[in-house]
């Protein structure tokens, strides 16, 4: 008897490193998500600690930047913990959504699905979805307005300060 096992590509160096070092990453503990080999830490108060586990991985899959530590991930979502404090409606969405990405991606969770593609391939699903809007929204700003991500995308920040963008560079049309 002959078993078929679905054909998967071989394992990219994107995926064993995923798998290796930031699928075990990160710890929940009481109410703080932990990441001992990066030396960050974020406590909970409004939303549990798995849910704000999950967003972290959830924002990576919308914006992925494999150079770029889920520290900065942590930030960026941090502020729906702050507003699931005081809004109650935005902590249901939040965690209502969360918990429908788990059922979505069965027995292991969100967080358990090892492929990306998998993991995409949910989001593609939920991605009209108000608890989908209300963080890709939130994360396009929170995420890339962090100063200290902008050398990694080549950004220099605003050009007032420094003479503004005429007098460097602006006018060159090398680059056509």
């Known amino acids: 008897m002959t078993t078929i096992y679905e054909q998967r590509p071989g394992l990219s160096r994107r995926e064993l490193l995923k798998r290796g070092t930031l699928g075990a990453a990160l710890i929940i503990t009481g109410n703080a998500v932990i990441s001992p080999d990066r030396a960050w830490g974020m406590e909970t108060t409004a939303l549990k600690p798995e849910t704000m586990a999950t967003l972290i991985k959830l924002a990576r899959d919308i914006y992925p ?73 939130d994360l396009v700003v929170s995420f890339y307005n962090q100063k200290e991500l902008w050398p990694h995308f080549g950004y ?21």
């Open 65 to 137: 930047h494999d150079a770029v530590s889920d520290r900065f991930y942590a930030i960026a979502v941090k502020g729906h913990e702050t507003k699931a404090g005081t809004d109650a409606k935005h902590k249901e969405l939040i965690e209502a959504g969360i918990a429908d990405l788990d059922k979505r991606a069965g027995g292991g969770g969100y967080r358990g699905l090892g492929w990306e593609d998998d993991r995409v391939k949910i989001l593609r699903d939920i991605e009209t979805t108000p608890f989908f809007q209300a963080v890709r929204g």
């Open 156 to 176: 220099e920040g605003e050009s007032y300060s420094k003479g503004g963008y005429i007098a460097r560079g602006f006018n060159d049309i090398e680059w056509l």
